[in-house]
């Protein structure tokens, strides 16, 4: 998993905020997740040193609240930005205009309603298998990762 210091590199070398573009301008940034916030948040910075006037950002997905224990590198509880904290104290870290997210009932609106069949635990914290405790599920998938 990259650190910190490697993601924000990532973040300059794949986005660049032109100001010939943003200056002045009030713009929306929509992702997928926000998980701990740092890419979200230098993303933010870069826009606005270009100029931007007003930053808002959308979110395509409930608050990731829960790690994921089934395959996708998620990282503790604790290290999720919105387990410990409302929209608005993210938006105010993010240093963004304006934050949303797409709301649980949202993320399902495409099935009628039904959330049979899909794994929400992420936003939840209802996992579909038990897992008993923490320290155990990260212990398994630890284990499960090394024998590749």
């Known amino acids: 998993e990259p650190s910190s210091s490697i993601r924000n590199f ?9 100001r010939e573009v943003l200056d002045g301008k009030r713009v929306v940034v929509v992702d997928d997740s926000i ?19 007003e930053v808002h950002m959308r979110i395509s997905s409930p608050p990731t609240t829960n790690p994921c224990f ?3 590198d998620t990282p503790t509880r604790e290290e999720l930005i919105a387990s410990a904290h409302s929209v608005e104290e993210i938006r105010a870290y993010l240093s963004a205009d304006s934050l949303a997210y797409l709301s649980h009932a949202g993320l399902f609106a495409f099935t009628g309603g039904r959330a049979e069949g899909f ?6 914290g209802r996992y579909p298998v038990a ?7 990260r212990q398994l998938h630890l284990f499960e990762a090394s024998e590749r």
């Open 70 to 72: 089934y395959g996708i």
């Open 35 to 53: 998980v701990r916030g740092t890419t979200s948040r230098k993303l933010i910075s870069m826009i606005r040193q270009a100029g931007a006037r």
């Open 10 to 18: 990532g973040v300059k070398v794949k986005l660049n905020a032109l």
């Open 119 to 124: 794994c929400d635990a992420c936003f939840t």
């Open 131 to 137: 897992l008993g405790d923490e320290t155990r599920a």
